[in-house]
């Protein structure tokens, strides 16, 4: 059992470039979330999904957007990275009023 | 809208010393609250949690949480800290709408 799966673990990407991290669970959970880790912030919520086909924003959603188009699969992307945007990034999956399941994370550098 | 409050940043212990993690927390209604632990490069592994009962619930590793709803508090303890507890330590909230709302976490060094 996989439980929560992302990739790419590690990603360098230049000021103005996009990209997508991907996160896969096979736990039929209804809810996923983005957050993202800095050094003294904590987990910030990105976005996150309440089933297939929703999505909805967190505490940090810009710059960033989401699809959730199967659900098993919930998708993050940058459309124009910036340096600001360089963190530890961690999906999550969870059942209704249960705990979160992580993935191992993805360390994204913008330079 | 809820927040979660962890007052220190860093604390130091010695091993086999008790160990007493603070957590505060901002939530109009019942909070569910947790406690995760992450070490170094890794992920975040669930501690503990209390959604209603007892105030005193128990966790993995030796880990248990006291509830006080007048306080807003959902402190962590452990009464003999081990070498392998230094890691850090995020207290969350999650609200009716099933988000996780996580403190700014306590880094715990062990020193022997």
């Known amino acids: 059992n996989a439980g929560v799966t992302q990739t790419p673990k590690f990603r360098v990407l230049k000021t103005g470039q996009s990209m997508t991290l991907l996160c896969a669970q096979d736990m039929n959970h209804e809810y996923m979330y983005w957050y993202r880790q800095d050094p003294g912030m904590g987990l910030r919520l990105i976005h996150y999904?309440?089933?297939?086909?929703?999505?909805a924003k967190g505490e940090v959603p810009d710059g960033y957007n989401v699809s959730r188009l199967k659900k098993q699969n919930f998708l993050l992307g940058l459309e124009s990275a910036a340096p600001s945007q360089t963190s530890v990034y961690f999906c999550?999956?969870?059942?209704?009023?249960?705990?979160?399941?992580f993935g191992s994370g993805t360390q994204l550098s913008v330079l | 809208a809820q927040s979660v409050t962890q007052p220190d940043i860093h604390i130091t212990v010695s091993e086999g010393a008790s160990l007493e993690l603070r957590c505060n927390y901002s939530?109009?209604?019942?909070?569910?609250l947790f406690w995760y632990v992450q070490s170094p490069g890794q992920g975040l592994q669930l501690l503990l949690k209390?959604?209603?009962?007892?105030?005193l619930v128990q966790g993995i590793k030796g880990f248990e949480a006291e509830f006080k709803r007048s306080q807003s508090s959902f402190n962590l303890r452990k009464p003999s800290v081990h070498w392998s507890d230094a890691a850090e330590y995020f207290c969350a909230v999650l609200n009716t709408g099933n988000q996780f709302y996580f403190g700014t976490g306590t880094s715990l060094t062990v020193i022997p």
């Open positions: 939530y109009g209604a019942t909070p569910y």
């Open positions: 999550a999956s969870s059942g209704p009023f249960e705990k979160l399941f």
């Open positions: 999904s309440v089933g297939e086909g929703t999505t």
């Open positions: 209390y959604f209603s009962g007892d105030t």
